[in-house]
């Protein structure tokens, strides 16, 4: 079965970190783009980041830019999130997912994150 | 604040049609593919169209996309109870470098 199952999310006071990271299974996790999306509370999806297959290159929202880091271990068919310093507005759930076709066809069923 | 703009809400009755609209520039949707997501709150959000019209393997035709331009529209036939829940648009946009989800369209069968 094709799966993405996230873990590591919490609560954190304001300025702290946390690393989520999201286990892969069912598919050739070396072969996707992957990407992390979240949702804050009572607002609608926001695109966070992804990186290529091999990991060479990453993309982010421009808000967050500098204080989180996307990374994938493919080996262990594992992807990462680092958020650093973080904000209430940071607040969400955080959904992993699996790219494809410049879509994202494959979901978690997601971590919250709680900054207070 | 997003990029693509879609109705806050539509609705319909059992068995009806609606489609929701998706704005956005020549940056995006204009030279991009569009998808379509749906998403009900505490859930993983389900893709339902990629490449503007193409259903994933399993997805009933009831689900249709379409593009034109720097707009996009999601269409749902046969409207089921089961569709209520909020649906995404989203494309690649070059000029950003990153990914946008549209504003999001709760659909309310009535």
């Known amino acids: 079965e094709v799966q993405l199952v996230e873990s590591g999310g919490g609560l954190v006071q304001p300025g702290g970190s946390l690393r989520l990271s999201c286990a892969a299974s069912?598919?050739?996790?070396?072969?996707?783009?992957m990407n992390w999306v979240r949702q804050a509370p009572g607002k609608g999806l926001e695109w966070v980041a992804n990186?290529?297959?091999?990991?060479?290159?990453?993309y982010y929202v421009d808000s967050l830019k500098g204080r989180f880091t996307i990374s994938r271990d493919n080996a262990k068919k594992s992807l990462y999130l680092q958020m650093n310093d973080l904000r209430a507005e940071d607040t969400a759930v955080y959904y992993c997912?699996?790219?494809?076709?410049?879509?994202?066809?494959?979901w978690g069923q997601g971590t919250m994150v709680t900054i207070s | 604040q997003s990029v693509l703009t879609q109705p806050p809400s539509v609705s319909a009755a059992p068995g009806q049609k609606v489609t929701i609209s998706c704005s956005g520039s020549?940056?995006?949707?204009?030279?991009?593919?569009v998808s379509w997501y749906q998403h009900l709150p505490g859930t993983a959000p389900k893709l339902l169209i990629y490449?503007?019209?193409k259903r994933p393997s399993g997805l009933p035709d009831r689900f249709s996309g379409s593009k034109s331009g720097t707009s996009a529209t999601l269409g749902i036939t046969g409207l089921q109870t089961g569709d209520e829940a909020d649906y995404y648009c989203?494309?690649?946009?070059?000029?950003?470098?990153?990914?946008?989800f549209g504003t999001g369209t709760q659909v309310t069968v009535l």
């Open positions: 997912a699996r790219g494809h076709q410049d879509a994202a066809d494959i």
């Open positions: 069912g598919f050739t996790f070396s072969g996707h783009y």
């Open positions: 990186l290529r297959p091999d990991g060479s290159e990453t």
């Open positions: 020549s940056s995006n949707i204009g030279n991009n593919y």
């Open positions: 490449e503007n019209n």
């Open positions: 989203g494309a690649w946009d070059s000029s950003l470098s990153a990914y946008v």
